[in-house]
């Protein structure tokens, strides 16, 4: 007889879900099915066994396993759909290999998306719903009265919805994105996705400060430069020149760090990609590139490219088609837009509140102050979506490309 266990969430941790299957076995329970939509998994009663179990999500449907896999003794349970759950009962210590993580991450990061946006949305009708409740509240003489109708159970059946969405989009949200960070790490680990190629040796904190304080070493800050990457690029390459070689970036990409010496000529590229990918980086390695600096962010995955070449020689690019370089610079800046612009329409309609509340009303200073503070944060916001679209202007300038 099959034993049945209801585990709702069980992708959202799948570190978490692949110890419960080897404690399952353990206890002499081996996986034999998964229903996805219900989210049962169904086990058969054996002998406990010590079994390290992998799940995996590939859209490509691929059946095989690699001869990587196969000589490491996994072999597949089972395959719901996209997902998969790998099996291998050597000693853990023995086991060397690992089916690959990313389409598991690319798949929680479409879900973090959903519900983020979901989470977003409702915050702001719950913002502006209390924003317009106030306002008249404070315009009305009379306290409000509350009329009894059998319709009310609609409204709070409603109500009662939107905050079981709002937990489970909170939930979704957190659980998602501290799982893809612990997935993110082991393929830092597996792969060297995050590998940064130095050319000088790595110096000490003293050593750099001495280095400082005589003058060898300069340090400069550039804030917002992902929103103008062709920028960031002429300005490394300008230092370049004058003998500034870039030694080390911090790892918020903010404080970059040159040692003097002589000038050379050096081609940087930041590119910005939704997901890392090793195969990736190797063609560029492969080409010459270095990776000076890789993006910790989750959501912003940048990369510094560099590569020396001599005078006379045509500058390397890594873009050598000119439409793919201008679709690259398309999808930077409509991702930057979408990030941006709702929570500049949000912060609009809320300072046009507050302004008319000021109106009618007596201005202090709080109130002031949040005029002042809500104004800033949408220039700000706004002015890095419209350097996104500034800078995609520019490339297709430089290409004269005729859309």
């Not at 792969?191 to 300069?218: C, F, I, P, T």
């Not at 001599?310 to 439409?323: L, N, V």
């Amino acid at each position: 007889m099959l034993k049945k266990v209801f585990r709702p969430f069980w992708s959202y941790d799948v570190h978490k879900t692949e110890e419960w299957l080897s404690s399952m076995a353990e206890k002499g329970y081996y996986l034999v099915k998964l229903n996805r939509g219900t989210r049962y998994f169904f086990f058969e009663k054996g002998d406990s066994k010590r079994i390290t179990y992998r799940i995996g999500f590939n859209k490509m449907h691929e059946n095989s396993l690699s001869k990587a896999l196969l000589h490491d003794g996994w072999t597949k349970v089972l395959q719901s759909r996209h997902w998969y759950v790998l099996s291998n009962e050597n000693p853990h210590e023995q086991i060397k290999t690992s089916p690959v993580r990313e389409g598991i991450i690319k798949h929680n990061r479409v879900i973090m998306y959903i519900f983020g946006s979901i989470l977003i949305y409702l915050t702001t009708m719950s913002i502006l719903f209390g924003t317009i409740i106030s306002l008249v509240a404070f315009s009305q003489d009379e306290p409000f009265r509350v009329i009894e109708s059998p319709y009310w159970i609609l409204t709070y059946i409603y109500i009662s919805a939107l905050l079981v969405l709002l937990v489970m989009s909170i939930y979704s949200v957190i659980k998602v994105n501290k799982s893809n960070k612990k997935l993110i790490n082991e393929n830092i680990q597996q792969n060297k996705l995050h590998r940064v190629d130095h050319d000088e040796e790595r110096l000490s904190k003293n050593a750099e400060k001495k280095l400082k304080h005589s003058g060898q070493m300069v340090v400069k800050r550039k804030f917002g430069w992902m929103y103008a990457p062709d920028k960031l690029e002429k300005w490394l390459e300008t230092m370049e020149e004058q003998g500034h070689h870039l030694y080390r970036i911090s790892k918020t990409g903010t404080v970059f760090y040159f040692l003097k010496s002589r000038p050379r000529k050096i081609s940087y590229c930041a590119d910005f990609q939704n997901m890392a990918d090793e195969s990736y980086n190797d063609i560029h390695r492969d080409s010459g590139w270095k990776s000076a600096f890789i993006s910790n962010s989750s959501f912003q995955k940048w990369t510094l490219w560099s590569r020396e070449y001599s005078e006379g020689e045509e500058r390397p690019q890594i873009y050598s088609d000119k439409s793919h370089h201008l679709k690259h610079a398309r999808r930077l800046a409509i991702t930057y837009s979408c990030l941006f612009l709702p929570l500049v329409i949000l912060n609009i309609i809320n300072i046009r509140s507050s302004t008319e509340w000021m109106f009618t009303n007596n201005i202090d200073k709080i109130q002031m102050m949040n005029t002042i503070s809500v104004g800033l944060v949408i220039l700000t916001l706004g002015s890095f979506s419209v350097r996104t679209w500034l800078y995609y202007m520019r490339l297709r300038k430089r290409y004269d490309y005729n859309l």
